[in-house]
């Protein structure tokens, strides 16, 4: 094989080694996929002012989320059924995270349980949540998180219902038979039943609750002291209800542009929310997160952080663990680049002033 130079090439050779279903299951988003493409796309628009003759021989990438150090500001996002990508599944995941210094959040729908993830050894974990109908299982759910050490719950709130991605109806995706969704096992809602189109739209349809509300956001802060984030919002208007439902912090995220097409990039909603938050709770990013570039571009539009996803499951498919770290480590060593290159030392020098935006250029040429 090959040198591997950067995140995407892990994509490739994923697709030639995985099973059709899976990595198309991975690989897609909702509908005509324009925000797919888009996730990325709207991070090519956004340019650089770089600043020169700054002293970058030491360069900062630490940081603190929730109150809790990392050693950069990439984190892994939650992915669901990752040992259809490699025997080892999140237990890879979480050790590459752990030795990399970073936050892995572990899907509602992992293969692996809380308890498993969290017997790897110690580490920052935060715990996905999605709400099912019946609330004894949220609550059961949520207090073995805590059990197991994980430090926040990011709720997902994009997912009343399943996006429609067809290639999981063309291919009638469902959780391959030697799996089970772990953290349901013993609820007897381990498994998805083979459907006339995707098995996981069926089994979201049967299991999750279409009444989430805010309400619901009040209601979770009531059975747990865990801090919670609101992983969905992309509007001004949410980040506001945000703030005053309690949440600790926000994930501007559109669901890997898997829910909603046409929804814009999330690097390009991530400003307005930045803008209504004024301070008043962490914002963070997923989505399109491909290069250290695009992890300055989210911080310099006012993100603490960002989560990347499918680059972990691919480099997971690829090369277990060994490939988690290569990953994690070649997008910390392409923002270093990018700090130096740019005039910064540390993340707070990473200001507005370091990027220029599509509607900056707008602006000035109207002036």
Excluded at 202 to 224: E, F, N
């Amino acid at each position: 094989m090959e040198r591997i130079t950067n995140v995407t090439e892990y994509e490739q050779l994923a697709k030639e080694k995985l099973p059709k279903m899976i990595y198309d299951y991975y690989a897609s988003g909702a509908e005509d996929q324009w925000t797919l493409k888009e996730n990325r796309e709207a991070f090519s628009r956004i340019l650089f002012r770089p600043r020169i003759l700054i002293d970058v021989s030491r360069i900062n990438m630490a940081t603190s989320v929730l109150g809790f150090n990392i050693s950069m500001p990439i984190m892994i996002a939650p992915s669901a059924m990752q040992k259809m990508a490699h025997p080892e599944g999140e237990l890879a995941t979480a050790r590459a995270a752990a030795a990399a210094g970073t936050i892995m959040t572990l899907s509602s729908w992992s293969t692996s349980s809380v308890e498993e993830v969290n017997s790897v050894g110690p580490g920052i974990r935060f715990f996905q949540l999605y709400v099912y109908k019946d609330r004894n299982i949220v609550r059961q759910l949520v207090r073995r998180a805590e059990m197991a050490g994980f430090k926040a719950i990011a709720l997902t709130v994009d997912t009343p219902r399943l996006g429609r991605r067809e290639a999981d109806i063309k291919n009638r995706f469902t959780l391959p038979p030697h799996l089970v969704l772990k953290n349901f096992e013993a609820l007897d809602l381990g498994t998805m039943d083979k459907t006339n189109d995707s098995g996981l739209a069926s089994y979201v349809a049967g299991q999750v609750d279409r009444s989430l509300s805010w309400k619901d956001v009040k209601w979770l802060q009531t059975i747990t002291s865990l801090p919670i984030l609101v992983k969905g919002v992309v509007t001004a208007e949410d980040t506001r209800l945000a703030v005053e439902n309690g949440a600790a912090g926000i994930i501007v995220s559109n669901h890997g542009a898997r829910q909603l097409d046409y929804a814009p990039a999330t690097i390009s909603c991530l400003e307005e929310v930045v803008r209504e938050a004024q301070g008043r709770l962490p914002v963070f990013l997923d989505g399109g997160v491909r290069r250290g570039t695009d992890v300055f571009k989210a911080l310099a539009l006012g993100a603490s952080g960002v989560f990347i996803g499918r680059p972990v499951l691919f480099s997971l498919a690829v090369d277990g663990e060994a490939g988690v770290r290569k990953v994690l480590q070649m997008i910390r060593d392409e923002l270093e680049l990018t700090m130096a290159l740019s005039g910064c030392t540390s993340l707070k020098e990473i200001t507005r002033n370091h990027v220029v935006t599509e509607s900056d250029r707008i602006r000035r040429s109207r002036l």
